[in-house]
């Protein structure tokens, strides 16, 4: 398995890592201005999660910096004001199951997600290394996305902030794409007949503070369609109705009964020829005739079954990205049964066409869920997938992510407040 390039950080920093410490540099660097008042006390690491914008942050390079009064220049030795991450390319999650296209988590031994602090899967932004990296803190993380993030299954996000632990001044800066699974169509892949929803396209995950999604102006926050409903099922059609026709002969009114299961439709004492003859001198004549007794069973013979519903179309993604949308048509319903050599009394009727099936859904829009026409269909199909969303996070403090730049139906489709 190829393991993908890991994500490039790059920190303003490291500061002071070697010569003097300057109070003026302090300012340009953490204050970020050239003049202007500006106390000691300023210079504290803040480690308070609500700060947007701290002087000087809390970080994992930044710890040895005091948060009170016993504050010193040299403490300011490799210090760092914040973090930018780059991706680039395209990232998605075929060679990566239960995983989504793009993690923005803690990174894992497959280079899968971002380490801010720099020591690897058993550093502090490591999955090896526990949950106190700077995810966790209020440093400013920017995150560039300039290259495609995809899914290509529906229960993961084309893109993902990490589930597990609460992040704070998160800045993720789209210019590319972050595109949805698209739903497969009912009856695709299985008997299920509803459509398949549509993938999310960004998961912000357990979020914290000061968190904020930037819009580019051409960038693709798509959420996945959802596929299209399966078709009905065409109704059997109406059986037939057979008759077979015998009888019984018997000599001079002896005919016997009906057979089992046969009913009496007529009797006649002469149904042709002579039965018993007789002699008197030389003439040779008829002495008895021949008596039909005729008999009829009805039995009906199935109606054709009905056809099935035809497949639903699969909704658009990044799995599905220029592949029709369209829904199929249902197969023709199977011929009724025959009364063979015997009477017709009334034809089957052949089985009725099953339904086609609904389109799947466009970019972040529901698949079709085919209307119930009723008469001539015996089984609902299902319904169409749900639109899988733009953006999604599970808030379990009260807060949210803020969205600044171009938010239109161009650069996000599907749910996203």
């Known amino acids: 398995m190829a393991y993908p390039t890991k994500v490039t950080v790059v920190k303003s920093g490291p500061y002071f890592s070697s010569g003097s410490i300057s109070f003026s540099q302090l300012r340009t660097n953490f204050a970020e201005r050239g003049s202007g008042e500006m106390k000691a006390s300023d210079l504290r690491r803040n480690t308070n999660l609500t700060e947007e914008n701290p002087i000087v942050p809390d970080s994992t390079e930044n710890e040895q910096i005091s948060t009170g009064s016993n504050l010193s220049l040299s403490q300011f030795r490799n210090s760092i004001k914040r973090y930018v991450a780059y991706q680039t390319g395209t990232d998605d999650n075929s060679s990566f199951p239960g995983e989504p296209g793009f993690r923005m988590g803690r990174l894992d031994l497959s280079n899968r997600g971002i380490d801010w602090c720099g020591d690897g899967y058993f550093g502090r932004d490591g999955q090896g290394g526990g949950t106190t990296g700077n995810l966790t803190k209020n440093v400013q993380k920017g995150i560039m996305i300039t290259g495609t993030c995809g899914s290509v299954r529906q229960a993961d996000a084309a893109a993902q902030m990490a589930p597990i632990v609460r992040v704070h001044n998160i800045r993720i800066d789209v210019s590319g794409s972050i595109l949805g699974y698209g739903g497969r169509g009912g009856g695709r892949g299985g008997p299920d007949p509803d459509g398949e929803s549509g993938g999310i396209a960004l998961n912000l995950g357990n979020i914290g503070y000061n968190n904020r999604v930037i819009v580019g102006s051409g960038c693709r926050i798509w959420g996945g369609g959802g596929g299209g409903e399966r078709g009905k099922t065409g109704s059997t059609g109406l059986e037939g109705l ?65 056809g099935s519903g035809g497949r639903g179309g699969n909704g658009r993604g990044y799995n599905n990205q220029s592949g029709s949308l369209d829904g199929e048509n249902g197969s023709p319903g199977l011929v009724g049964g025959s009364c063979g050599g015997n009477q017709t009394i009334r034809t089957a009727e052949n089985g009725k066409p099953g339904e086609r099936g609904g389109n799947g859904g466009e970019w972040g829009v529901s698949g079709q869920s085919v209307p119930d026409s009723g008469a001539g269909f015996v089984s609902r199909g299902g319904s169409g997938g749900v639109a899988g969303r733009a953006v999604t996070y599970a808030s379990d403090i009260g807060t949210r992510y803020d969205y600044y730049g171009s938010i239109n139906s161009n650069t996000l489709k599907g749910e996203y407040t």
Not at 279 to 301: E, L, M, P, Q
Request: proline letters at 5%; one cysteine or more.
């Open 242 to 306: 057979c008759r077979e026709n015998t009888q019984t002969r018997g000599c001079a009114g002896g005919a016997p009964g009906c057979p089992s299961g046969f009913y009496q439709t007529g009797y006649n004492n002469n149904c042709g020829g002579c039965c018993e003859y007789f002699w008197f001198r030389n003439y040779y004549g008829c002495k008895k005739d021949w008596a039909c007794r005729y008999c009829a069973r009805d039995y009906t013979v199935p109606g054709g079954l009905g």
